[in-house]
């Protein structure tokens, strides 16, 4: 009986080469827009079922600059949500005045082509976590946490609009009203403006 040949495996989802890591650095940064971090979850949106956000966060501040949420969780979701960053932070989509990290894992998600090409077009700077270890990626793992607990887990979404809608909320108050020790006890959006 012969066997049959193992399928190769393409190469085309992920790029081939060394990924630079962060080295077990934390994720802190001593200003503003020197490292971001971003990360993706899952949301269940009632009759829409499950979805994906994905968010990123300023790693010096904590605030919250970009988000999106949507059905699937592809480079495109983790895309809209780093567009939407940059816009809050620089008021437009371009390249950033200073080239600066965007940490994150190693999911198919953020190794792809796509978004890969994506960062580099901006100015940014990729790192990625040691495969296995979420601590290295703590600020924006925590940021979820906060999200999950104190909205996801309190309301039962009935569609993905809803969902949107209720965190959105969240994040305003997440942002501009909600004190943080390691800020001094100041929101996000108040650090922001005391350190720019």
Known sequence: MKRKPK????????????????????????????????????????????ASLAVVIDCHTRELLGWHLSRTGRATTASAALEQALIARFGTLGRVPVPFLLRSDNGLVFTSRHYTALVRSYGLKQEFITPHCPQQNGMVERVIRSLKEQCVHRHRFETLQHASRLISNWIAFYNHRRPHQALKMKAPAEAFALAA
């Open 7 to 50: 399928p190769r495996r393409s190469s085309s989802r992920r790029p081939i080469g060394r990924r630079p890591r962060v080295e077990a650095l934390p994720s802190k940064a001593q200003a503003p827009n020197q490292r971001w971090a971003t990360d993706l979850c899952r949301v269940w949106a009632g009759r829409d079922g499950w």
